[in-house]
């Protein structure tokens, strides 16, 4: 009788297991295709990249959610019908510096519109409560549910809001129809946890950003703004034609206009990109509000008291603050301000990435007040509230050497 041994299995095992050269190659192609399945995958639901599928795709998603749940909106069968309402669904452009997963472009008919899903965060509060024994889901009343998102404004912006604004900012339907009631009160309270959209709504008579057209769910679509022009290559002692360095100017002019509107209604920028800035009906606008906040939000987030090693540790984006090295404690509110963040992303920019006021035919003296503007060190440059921001007297002198300047280009092409 013969016994097999430990190496006798082995060959045995690995017979049965052994691939012909067809089998081999219709695995390593079934794994090739695999690989090139999940990699197209992540990229059109990618959180950091843009692609017009993954828009579509994202959209589809949404609607197929809509069918099969409902939501509350206006716009719900515009968007998710067949009437082909709501068409071209693609990345915005221009696209964003800081990437946005839930912002598209989009066109109603033929005007251009802005579309953003209020996406929960890690910070969601539930609206409802489930009890144990029953596992029924219990909703507040319409009136306690105003008192709610009352409570939820007043804590995290520190403003109150009027009874009209009130009925905008709800966007509540199907109040005779107790299921379809709870419904928009969910889709009503996933709009009110997202920041842009409570900005948008809370500063709409501004006029300082787009309007709200119409929702479905959360998801809800802005206007769209004509972005300024401006040469994206644009370096450092590149010629400039006279006509384009005119537009910089007045671009430059506006904004400051523009910061002065947002520092009027205690708004603090913590990020700017200026293709952001658009202009619609001769009126500039700024269309990326995710890190523009009220200054007691943004304060109250700053100076939160969490644990720091440098200044850096507390800042946040463009909003510098500083570290308290004893207690190693982030406790100091917003240093600069909105003025000195425009003036050194915006207008001077970096030696790699020159800034719109930055050319062959910038003046010495303009010059010197945007490096004054961007970095103020001197008394008389400093702000009086903000100990890293920039003086209400530099700003003055900023805007008249800007208008002096406009102001003799447009002479040189008068007829």
């Not at 993954?54 to 749940?69: D, L, P, T």
């Not at 008919?109 to 209020?118: G, H, K």
């Amino acid at each position: 009788m013969h016994l097999l041994t430990k190496n006798d299995c082995l060959k045995g095992l690995a017979r049965k297991v052994r691939f012909s050269q067809r089998k081999r190659c219709y695995l390593v192609s079934l794994a090739v295709a695999a690989l090139v399945v999940y990699f197209v995958y992540k990229n059109i639901t990618s959180s950091f990249h843009c692609y017009d599928s993954g828009v579509e795709w994202k959209i589809n998603k949404f609607c197929k959610r809509y069918k099969n749940v409902g939501f509350s909106g206006y716009m719900c069968s515009d968007l998710c019908g067949n009437s082909n309402v709501y068409w071209d669904f693609r990345c915005p452009d221009p696209p964003l510096e800081l990437h946005h997963p839930n912002r598209f472009q989009t066109k109603k008919l033929d005007t251009t519109l802005n579309i953003i899903q209020a996406v929960p965060n890690e910070n969601y509060e539930k609206l409802f409560w489930v009890d144990s024994y029953y596992r029924k889901e219990h909703y507040p009343t319409e009136t306690e549910y105003e008192n709610i998102v009352k409570r939820y404004i007043s804590n995290k912006y520190n403003m109150d809001i009027p009874f009209d604004k009130m009925r905008t900012l709800l966007r509540l339907g199907h109040k005779h129809r107790e299921l379809f009631f709870h419904q928009s009160m969910r889709d009503s309270w996933n709009l009110v946890q997202n920041h842009e959209y409570v900005m948008l709504n809370l500063f709409d008579e501004k006029d300082l950003f787009p309007y709200i057209a119409e929702n479905c769910g959360e998801m809800f679509v802005t206007e769209y703004l004509n972005a300024v022009e401006f040469v994206e290559d644009q370096r450092y002692g590149s010629h400039i034609e006279l006509d384009r360095w005119r537009y910089h100017i007045k671009i430059a002019v506006l904004i400051l206009d523009y910061v002065a509107e947002l520092e009027q209604h205690e708004l603090q920028m913590c990020h700017v990109d200026l293709r952001r800035f658009g202009i619609n009906n001769n009126r500039l606008k700024y269309d990326d509000v995710r890190y523009l906040f009220p200054e007691y939000t943004i304060n109250r987030k700053i100076s939160s008291g969490t644990q720091c090693a440098s200044d850096d540790d507390c800042r946040f984006m463009f909003c510098q603050s500083e570290c308290n090295r004893e207690k190693q404690r982030c406790e100091s509110t917003v240093l600069n301000n909105n003025v000195q963040i425009v003036c050194e992303k915006i207008f001077l920019g970096s030696s790699g990435y020159p800034g719109i006021l930055i050319t062959h035919k910038t003046p010495d003296r303009l010059k010197e007040l945007l490096e004054r503007c961007a970095r103020p060190v001197k008394d008389r440059d400093v702000a009086r509230a903000r100990p890293r921001g920039t003086s209400e007297e530099l700003k003055k002198l900023l805007y008249n050497e800007l208008t002096n300047i406009y102001e003799k280009l447009a002479a040189i092409n008068a007829p």
